[in-house]
């Protein structure tokens, strides 16, 4: 069964420093693979996804992901975080091989201190 | 904003009640997901809907059931409402046309279910 994974329930990261939020997934097939933002009181935003291609994926507001098939992992990465960047991301998975359900993780909460 | 619309925004009723909820989609998307966001479940993905007709089920209880009418707004209607059912609920929409899963979902702002 696909399955996503968010092993931490919340990243502290200073203002200008380096942020990283993990995601591991499991399917049987070729992933599709996406995340998520949701705002305080707003549905989600789309990020960035990886369908095939290169490994890096570039999105929006200067977000990066890179997809690491031997390790199973999509880890969103941004070079200096912003307190701005500060929200809910959530991590997603499809299969290509199976129906159309996408599933979430968990999701991870983000806090940039100034 | 994404251009998917909810009605209502809040609602609060009572135990044993039923509700509407409704969703627009996005000019042009075909298909519509429906999920439930609570602080103990995160967001569990609950039915899909495409050009009218059901798609893909999730986690979706008997006492809940959707629909997408023509005009491919959908309504996710909760019947015999219990406590545990607080939560917001969330309408997202795509293009997937037929055999494409790579789709974005873009999300509506939910609708903050009360129940009392």
């Known amino acids: 069964a696909q399955s996503v994974a968010q092993p931490e329930d919340q990243v502290n990261v200073a203002e200008g420093n380096p942020l990283t939020v993990k995601c591991t997934y499991s399917v049987s097939g070729n992933p599709y693979l996406f995340w998520y933002v949701q705002y305080p009181n707003r549905g989600l935003q789309f990020l960035l996804k990886?369908?095939?291609?290169?490994?890096l994926v570039k999105g929006s507001y200067g977000f990066e992901a890179e997809f690491n098939k031997s390790q199973t992992s999509f880890h969103l990465k941004k070079p200096s975080a912003l307190v701005s960047d500060s929200a809910l991301y959530f991590c997603a998975v499809r299969d290509k091989n199976r129906d159309d359900k996408i599933i979430f993780g968990k999701g991870t909460r983000l806090h940039i201190l100034p | 904003d994404s251009g998917v619309t909810q009605t209502p925004k809040h609602l609060i009723t009572a135990t044993g009640q039923r509700v509407t909820l409704r969703c627009s989609p996005r000019?042009?998307?075909?298909?519509v997901y429906w999920y439930q966001q609570s602080l103990d479940q995160g967001l569990q993905f609950l039915i899909q809907?495409?050009?009218?007709?059901?798609?893909a089920k999730g986690n979706i209880l008997e006492r809940f059931s959707a629909q997408q009418f023509p005009d491919l707004h959908s309504e996710l209607n909760l019947s015999s409402l219990e406590l545990g059912d607080s939560a917001l609920y969330f309408c997202a929409s795509s293009v997937e046309r037929a055999g494409r899963r790579t789709d974005t979902q873009y999300f509506g702002p939910g609708t903050r279910l009360t129940v009392l």
């Open positions: 990886y369908i095939t291609g290169d490994n």
């Open positions: 000019s042009g998307d075909l298909s």
């Open positions: 809907y495409y050009n009218g007709e059901e798609r």
